[in-house]
DNA sequence: CTCTGGATTAGCT
DNA sequence: GCTAATCCAGAGC
């Protein structure tokens, strides 16, 4: 069943660690495609010198400060968009930046959505710029309300998890120590 | 207005 | 391991 804003509402490590193994969909207009989130990454309060936030809030940041459950898609490098969902509080900017997931559905039509001519399974949605463009998720779908959108939502599917790695996160030059990323 | 650099990736050495 | 590709947010003037 679908996550809702309950669970979004929560502290943002907490909801992160609770994303792996959860089931990330994307409906377009060319057919359904699915993955289950295996890596994660936690940006949390203006505080964090590795969040967007740190700036406070504009035009870019504006939707890390909406209530938990909101989608935050941003364009990096020029060329690559990712996808995160915000977490927490209205006012406290926070959210979970979704760096992998295992391809389920729509296998076939992630292949069509990607650039590379040779692309294992394996490498289709292993990163955050990968997993968008197999999922077709640009700009258009930032701050989408993830709790009530027919396109764009994250499903529970009754998979477990029962351990998993925190290591600090990936490409950033701030804030290394913290170890927010969450990975099984 | 101009300038800098980034929560990345693919392809090459 | 190195770097080009390519856009735009944020900062400074």
Redesign the pocket.
Known sequence: MRLGRDFYCQPTLSVARQLLGKTLVSKTSVGVLEGEINEV?S?IGEDDL????R??K????QV?YYEGGYS?V???????Y?F?VVTERTDYPS???I?SIIPTKGIILMHRN??????EVS?LT????????ALGIT?EQNAIDLTTSKTLYIEDRGKEISTFQSTP??????ATEKRWRFVY
């Open positions: 990454e940006y590795a969040s967007h936030a700036v406070g504009t035009h870019r940041t890390m935050y941003y364009l990096i490098y020029g060329m690559y990712c995160n959210a979970i930046l760096r990607r650039k590379v001519i040779s692309s490498h292993n990163g955050p710029g990968k997993l968008c463009q700009k996160r990936i490409g950033i030059s701030q």
